[in-house]
């Protein structure tokens, strides 16, 4: 929950970015998430607030991964149809923020909870999507780390087929840099058991494919 002096270092970034009316739509450890307009644009965007506390304290706990806006650095490498994009980025002494397109649809969690299970031809166009985005990240040699449900959006295109939008890079990490992933991160009912092993074994490293394993229980259900 926001304290008073929070809350009030929030409305000033967004009135001193020309961000109007901002309605909060989802919050996790690092960050919360807004929807808001801009200037005189009455069309909405999303808006992505990291507190740059949170960051500077992970980076101390560990100095082993640029934790130290590497969101916002990853974020801005990808250019993909089914990854959405970043706009712009905006910073001021206490928060980045990362703008992107609101999708109204939500998350596809959501989307099935409300709609029920997806159709086969549905399912099969969403499976095809998210793995020629996961493709384009190993191609540059990144690691997402927290792919699930919750992260990827629905778009509506012009003839009514849905296209996904693969969101949050906050856990990513380039692999052959570091020399392979050994960090426990992610959302725990989606990682590899390899993962899961750094609990056990903290000094075991594992690769981009353990790391974006989570990509099989999107697929085809809970292992």
Same mark, same amino acid.
């Given at each position: 929950?926001?304290? =008073? @002096?929070?809350? *009030? %270092?929030?409305?000033?970034?967004? &009135?001193?970015? =020309?961000?109007?009316?901002?309605?909060? !739509?989802?919050?996790?450890?690092?960050?919360? #998430?807004?929807?808001?307009?801009?200037?005189?644009?009455?069309?909405?965007?999303?808006?992505?607030? !990291?507190?740059?506390?949170? #960051?500077?304290?992970?980076? &101390?706990?560990?100095?082993?991964?640029?934790?130290?806006?590497?969101?916002?650095?990853?974020?801005?490498?990808?250019?993909?149809?089914? +990854?959405? $994009?970043?706009?712009?980025?905006? =910073?001021?002494?206490?928060?980045?923020?990362?703008?992107?397109?609101?999708?109204?649809?939500?998350?596809?969690?959501?989307?099935?909870?409300?709609?029920?299970?997806?159709? +086969?031809?549905?399912? =099969?166009?969403?499976?095809?999507?998210?793995?020629?985005?996961?493709?384009?990240?190993?191609?540059? @040699?990144? *690691?997402?780390?927290?792919?699930?449900?919750?992260?990827?959006?629905?778009?509506?295109?012009?003839? @009514?087929?849905?296209?996904?939008?693969?969101?949050?890079?906050?856990?990513?990490?380039?692999?052959?840099?570091?020399?392979?992933? *050994?960090?426990?991160?992610?959302? $725990? @009912?989606?990682? %590899? $058991?390899?993962?899961?092993?750094?609990?056990?074994? $903290?000094?075991?490293?594992?690769?981009?494919?353990?790391?974006?394993?989570?990509?099989?229980?999107?697929?085809?259900?809970?292992?």
């Amino acid at each position: 929950m926001e304290n =008073e @002096d929070d809350a *009030s %270092a929030v409305a000033l970034f967004f &009135q001193k970015f =020309e961000l109007f009316t901002p309605r909060l !739509i989802g919050s996790g450890q690092f960050a919360r #998430v807004y929807i808001t307009t801009h200037g005189r644009n009455d069309d909405q965007y999303a808006v992505k607030l !990291i507190s740059k506390g949170h #960051v500077h304290k992970m980076f &101390q706990k560990s100095r082993s991964e640029l934790h130290s806006g590497s969101e916002v650095f990853f974020h801005r490498q990808m250019q993909h149809p089914y +990854i959405i $994009p970043c706009l712009r980025v905006l =910073e001021d002494l206490n928060f980045y923020a990362i703008i992107q397109p609101y999708c109204l649809l939500g998350d596809v969690k959501a989307y099935v909870l409300q709609f029920g299970a997806a159709s +086969i031809p549905m399912a =099969e166009n969403f499976n095809f999507q998210l793995l020629q985005a996961m493709l384009y990240i190993h191609s540059k @040699d990144v *690691s997402h780390r927290d792919v699930k449900l919750e992260n990827i959006l629905l778009d509506q295109l012009n003839n @009514d087929v849905l296209k996904i939008q693969l969101i949050d890079f906050g856990f990513a990490k380039h692999s052959a840099l570091y020399f392979g992933c *050994s960090t426990c991160v992610g959302t $725990p @009912d989606y990682m %590899a $058991p390899e993962i899961l092993m750094q609990i056990h074994v $903290p000094c075991l490293l594992y690769t981009s494919d353990a790391a974006d394993d989570s990509l099989r229980v999107d697929l085809g259900g809970r292992r």
